[in-house]
Structures are given as C-alpha cells and as structure tokens.
C-alpha cells in the first residue's frame, strides 16, 4: 500500500514559481495513477493534474500552461511544477494516487500566492 507525503508549499509573490513533491511509500508507485488536486478556503477540492502510469498527463483549464506535473518511479515521487502563479492559485495542495477503486490522499500541503 502505498502511502504519500507531499513537500515544497510556502508563500510565493504573483508571477512567481513552486515546485510540490509527493513521495510515495510502497512497492507499487509505478503502477498508480497520480494527481495534484487543490481546495481553496469555503470551496470544493478540485483536480489540477493528473498523471496515469504510463506518463499521460491532463490539466485543469485554469492551469494549462503554467503547471507541468511530472513523476520519477524511481523516487517514488511526483512532482507539480507551478510557475506564473497567481492569487488565485492560493489553496491547500492535494496529493492523489488512484489504482483501480484503491484511493490514497496525502496530508496536503498549503501554497499561498501573495505580494
């Protein structure tokens, strides 16, 4: 079973960039579907990325372009590549890994875009 820890949040002023890190426990790692998804204060947790296991990749509309999520199985790790961020970028920062109904969430880790 794998198990997640996610790194690299803080404050970061508007135009600025953040790297997440998601590292994985366990055997499987490669064979899960992982994602960043983000819940902002008072809204709904939302998926901002996803990577399947075999490197697909697909971003929420609001973060194309600017996000770039990225996974080293070797590491046991995934990565969110924010740059040009902007206010309302501003949530706690989810990690995700799906294998078939098997759901796993990290702890979060929380991002703050402000001047």
């Known amino acids: 079973q794998v198990q997640l820890v996610e790194s690299g949040g803080g404050l970061v002023q508007p135009g600025g960039s953040l790297r997440l890190s998601c590292a994985g426990s366990?055997?499987?790692?490669?064979?899960?579907?992982m994602g960043w998804y983000r819940q902002a204060p008072g809204k709904q947790r939302d998926v901002v990325a996803v990577i399947s296991s075999g490197g697909s990749t697909s971003y929420a509309h609001s973060v194309k372009g600017r996000f770039t999520i990225s996974r080293d199985n070797a590491k046991n790790t995934v990565y969110l590549q924010m740059n040009s961020l902007k206010p309302e970028d501003t949530a706690v920062y989810y990690c995700?890994?799906?294998?078939?109904?098997?759901?796993?969430w990290g702890q979060g880790t929380l991002v703050t875009v402000s001047s």
């Open positions: 366990g055997t499987m790692f490669s064979r899960y579907a």
């Open positions: 995700n890994a799906k294998l078939f109904t098997h759901e796993l």
